[in-house]
């Protein structure tokens, strides 16, 4: 039986996060969720402000990566973020951690094979192999 390694991909979010950056960063997620099993974590660390629009948007990205056998996790969530998040419910369907890596981790638990994984920032893709 042939195991396959799956790839995850660490997307940056800017540090604003309402209107029309909402719309390009979800025009941008777009790209990246291509395939089947697209394995996506947001990374939260920038973020300092962040509207009920982005957390639609959040969704609307969920949906896109379910839709390919993929999942998005969260990571690094500044905590006025985490409050409004979780007033917003998003708990329910997603799973959060602290660290990028912690949240990569995740994704190797649930393969049997090993996990690379691509950093989607400031315009530039690195791919890096955390295979155990």
Partial sequence: MAVRAHTVAVKELPG???GEQGRSFFLAMQGNINGNNCLIVLDFSKVREMDTFAVYLLLCCLE????HDGDIKLAAIPLE???LLELAGLGRFFESFETNAEAINSFRRISSGGTSYVSVSGGYTSTSNSAT
Wanted: hydrophobic share 30%; proline share 0%.
């Fill in 16 to 18: 604003t996060l309402t």
């Fill in 64 to 67: 896109e990566a379910m839709k």
């Fill in 81 to 83: 973020t985490k409050t």
